[in-house]
Nanobody
Framework: QVQLVESGGGLVQPGGSLRLSCAAS????????MGWYRQTPGKTRQLVAS???????DYADSVKGRFTISRDNAKNTVYLQMNTLKPEDTAVYYC?????????WGQGTQVTVSS
């Protein structure tokens, strides 16, 4: 059984910053990619950023230059530093982990960017 626990969401003003964390625990063998998706009502879940166990990263065009993903392999934890936040970044952010046994998801954390 694999569990992902997210933290760090909340309400922030435009231009502000937040840092999301996601810690994975359980039977984790050969972890590969970790990262974040986000979803707004009525829309499909979209990739925000991902990072492989080797440190290769991928970002959605809309967050490049503002968001930074990082990872602590020893702790099976992934982070998302979000700077210069915009109202359009408002969404539920979901952490994911890809391992040989399959893909696992966190419960989601709400990020709201509003004045």
């Amino acid at each position: 059984q694999v569990q992902l626990v997210e933290s760090g969401g909340g309400l922030v003003q435009p231009g502000g910053s937040l840092r999301l964390s996601c810690a994975a625990s359980g039977s984790i063998f050969s972890p590969d990619a970790m990262g974040w998706y986000r979803q707004t009502p009525g829309k499909t879940r979209q990739l925000v950023a991902s990072i492989t166990s080797g440190g290769s990263t991928d970002y959605a065009d809309s967050v490049k230059g503002r968001f930074t993903i990082s990872r602590d392999n020893a702790k099976n934890t992934v982070y998302l530093q979000m700077n210069t936040l915009k109202p359009e970044d408002t969404a539920v952010y979901y952490c994911f982990l890809s391992i040989v046994a399959g893909d696992y998801w966190g419960q989601g954390t709400q990020v709201t960017v509003s004045s």
